[in-house]
């Protein structure tokens, strides 16, 4: 009779264990040293070895030649353990089997000793599951064991485990396979069932499991069953649902190209060929993580689950990106998947999630914006300019500025820099706050305006107005001074100021840059 992979091929020694070199080394050494606790926890998630750790443990106590860590495999003992039918090594599913009245018949269960091996060995798999009553009527018992008695609970959740429970017992949580060392086994095992598959088929069944041994092994027997002796990452993927680079780098490359068409494209294919769409979010928000990571650690990385040639693949997709637009795209995708998981129109949600990314890409940080808008080039001169208008400059809040021989020192500041057409470095002061001291001048300023108080100039100027040596320090925040009100002006004067202010170049770039943009004072600084 067939005998599936996982089966087949589980455990029978601590040296066939992979990835759980912590447990076998403090278990061996329990053994050697014949210091056998009576009660043990095994967590971790599915199918990292818990339960094949807790049977070659039993076979250890329990084999004629021992206890030893190198059970011999041949005796009644270790043969009727391998099997599930000894008498004295006791399995119970802790799902079917999780009321008092369960846990009442293993409490006289433990009272009478072992009917031929050395030790009698409870397997209690999906621990958490037990009610809390049931713990509560195992608990004496797991406390104070008869000397012949060995608890060993698998869990999956060990959170739900009462800490009653958890003080009594040694605790070994179990990792998730590593992935190299998975691969590693797959390839081993599939020479000795003479399959032959390339690379990447074999990074992709050890990838669906996710760190699950078992679940990689059912999806190799799977494969086996659908393509034969011979497997390729194409017809693989087909079989398990999972997606090529090539289709996840459809959706890299027009964010690349900011195609808002290729993103309808990629889900009406998806639609077309009756794909998930949740599972293609799922994907997606995995592929993004790795660009992420081989953006940040290289290629050549332990934290990626990828053959080296796909590897290199994600290494060259990442390249067009920085590593904040990638991060973005990371976390869309995973608002994405979250909202597909409720969404009963899935299409318009995962078109509306890749056009979102494009538009993410289009975006410009707000300091950009800003430091361009002092980058505009002045309108070129006639053969004979007209008479320069007064300065205007727009603003929302305005304080009264002086001239620069009287004042005070950041009237007098915001006037020089007028002069020396810095409008947008004088407007950025007059949103900040300045505290003097005799040594130091401390602008408080919020974000969007630090990069313009941090330019050479400003400084340059400030210590010249201030006519001592001083030291001068921006800071970031919001002013907790309230700016004056701007002088009244005659009604005439305003309108042409407004006109003039309306006209200027910087005036209206600005205005292109922030469609929103409101000027709601104009003030004259002649009229002062």
């Given amino acids: 009779m067939y005998q599936v992979i996982a089966r087949k091929y589980r455990p029978q020694a601590f040296d066939e264990l992979i990835s759980q070199e912590h447990v076998k080394t403090t278990l061996e050494n329990a053994i050697t040293q014949q210091r056998i606790a009576h009660g043990y926890i095994f967590s971790g998630q599915r199918g990292t070895g818990k339960t094949t750790v807790a049977r070659i443990f039993a076979r250890c106590l329990n084999c004629e030649q021992g206890p030893t860590p190198y059970p011999c495999g041949k005796c009644a003992s270790c043969l009727e353990i391998a099997a599930g039918s000894s008498m004295d090594v006791i399995e119970i599913d802790a799902a079917s089997n999780r009321g008092i009245n369960e846990m009442r018949e293993l409490r006289e269960s433990v009272r009478f000793r072992p009917a031929r091996d050395r030790y009698k060995v409870f397997i209690v798999d999906e621990a958490h599951q037990i009610t809390s009553e049931a713990f509560n009527a195992l608990l004496k018992t797991l406390e104070e064991p008869p000397e012949w008695v060995v608890f060993l609970l698998c869990t999956t959740e060990s959170h739900k485990i009462p800490s009653t429970i958890v003080s009594r017992c040694q605790q070994f949580s179990f990792r998730s396979v590593d992935f190299a060392e998975l691969v590693k086994r797959m390839e081993w095992i599939m020479q000795q069932e003479g399959i032959t598959a390339d690379a990447d088929a074999v990074a992709v069944l050890a990838r669906a499991g996710e760190g699950s041994v078992r679940d990689s092994l059912s999806a190799l027997d799977q494969a086996i069953a659908c393509c034969g002796d011979k497997l390729n990452a194409a017809e693989v993927r087909a079989l398990l649902g999972m997606f090529s680079l090539e289709s996840l780098g459809r959706v890299t490359s027009a964010l690349a190209e900011a195609d808002s068409q290729k993103m309808f494209d990629v889900v009406a294919e998806l639609e077309a060929n009756g794909r998930s769409l949740q599972h293609f979010a799922r994907e997606l928000a995995r592929h993004f993580r790795n ?149 130091e001048l401390v602008f408080t300023t919020p974000k969007m305006y630090q990069l313009y108080l941090k330019q050479t100039e400003f400084e340059a100027t400030a210590k010249r107005i201030a006519g001592r040596p001083v030291r001068v320090t921006i800071k970031i925040g919001e002013p907790t001074r309230q700016a004056a009100p701007p002088a009244a002006a005659p009604k005439k004067a305003e309108d042409e100021a407004t006109t003039r202010a309306l006209a200027h170049p910087e005036v209206k770039r600005f205005q292109e840059v922030f469609p929103g943009a409101q000027v709601r004072t104009v003030r004259n600084l002649k009229d002062n």
């Fill in 291 to 439: 660009l992420v990571v081989v953006k940040i650690t290289g290629s050549d990385t332990r934290l990626v689950a990828a053959s080296p040639a796909e590897q290199q693949k994600l290494a060259e997709a990442a390249q067009p990106f920085s590593e904040e637009d990638l991060t973005r795209y990371l976390q869309l995708s995973l608002d994405l998947f979250r909202d597909l998981q409720t969404s009963l129109q899935p299409r318009l949600h995962l078109e509306m999630g890749l056009l979102r990314m494009v538009q993410a890409g289009r975006l410009q940080p707000i300091e950009e914006a800003l430091a361009n808008l002092g980058s505009s080039t002045p309108p070129p001169r006639t053969a004979t300019p007209p008479k320069p208008a007064p300065p205007v400059t727009p603003q929302v809040t305005a304080a009264p500025v002086g001239s620069i021989e009287g004042g005070d020192l950041r009237s007098r500041l915001h006037a020089a820099l007028l002069e020396a057409k810095l409008t947008h470095v004088a407007d950025a002061l007059e949103h900040s706050e300045l505290a003097e001291s005799p040594n």
